[in-house]
């Protein structure tokens, strides 16, 4: 089974622009998760879907956000980019149901907001 | 929503065995233990899962106690290629969960 796919992999953006960001999940996966990496604040949680409907939303502001397509690809979207926003942002990927359905990851879109 | 704690770091030589030890104290009926491990610039890859007791897969095993308020990772014969940063998830996934990845556990091995 092809892994979970992230594009592009890497952007340069300049401040007050938007960005969207793509993803793949694993055949069959129903839930997309997509977490926020940087170097002072670790692994953040942004949102969660699953069949196209947002289960769950983590505590970033309203310039954060996404969506999810009837076949499972999420897209997220960044407005009026800030430079803070420069981090690795993870899409994962997991069945969705059940306790122990753990996530499988992409390898992240690398995001610099200059 | 569990909150975990680990070691910040940790050092190890290669050819010894790491243990790691995650702290939940207010784990849930339903949640899981699943620890993952990250490279810089890569995704967090999946290692381990479990609900009780112990579990074993081929890089891994998984020590649960009864209480289930903590958990310990244990990497058997640890080369280089295991320096990375490590992960203790407690959840119910599936269920519109919000995870907590905390800051986790740096391991630096050295030969």
């Known amino acids: 089974k092809a892994g979970v796919t992230q594009t592009p992999r890497y952007l340069i953006k300049t401040r007050g622009q938007q960005v969207t960001l793509s993803c793949s999940p694993i055949?069959?996966?129903?839930?997309v998760s997509w977490y926020q990496q940087t170097p002072g604040q670790g692994l953040q949680f942004l949102f969660e879907?699953?069949?196209?409907?947002?289960?769950n939303k983590g505590n970033f502001p309203g310039r954060f956000s996404g969506r999810q397509f009837s076949n499972s690809r999420s897209e997220m979207n960044v407005s009026t980019l800030e430079l803070g926003d420069s981090a690795l942002y993870l899409c994962?990927?997991?069945?969705?149901?059940?306790?122990?359905?753990?996530?499988?990851f992409g390898n992240g879109t690398r995001l610099t907001v200059t | 929503l569990a909150k975990t704690t680990q070691p910040i770091s940790m050092d190890s030589y290669e050819g010894q065995e790491v243990n790691i030890t995650c702290s939940h104290n207010?784990?849930?009926?339903?949640?899981?233990i699943t620890w993952y491990q990250q490279f810089p610039s890569q995704g967090p890859r999946f290692i381990i899962q479990?609900?009780?007791t112990k579990v074993t897969n081929e890089v891994a095993s998984l020590f649960i106690p009864a209480d289930r308020k903590s958990s310990t990772l244990s990497l058997p014969r640890v080369s280089l290629s295991d320096t990375a940063v490590y992960y203790c998830?407690?959840?119910?996934f599936g269920s519109g969960y919000a995870l907590n990845f905390g800051k986790g556990t740096s391991l630096l091995v050295t030969p």
């Open positions: 994962a990927s997991s069945g969705g149901q059940g306790g122990n359905s753990p996530l499988h």
């Open positions: 055949s069959g996966h129903r839930s």
């Open positions: 879907y699953f069949s196209e409907t947002q289960r």
């Open positions: 207010n784990i849930a009926t339903n949640d899981y």
């Open positions: 479990g609900y009780k």
């Open positions: 998830l407690v959840g119910a």
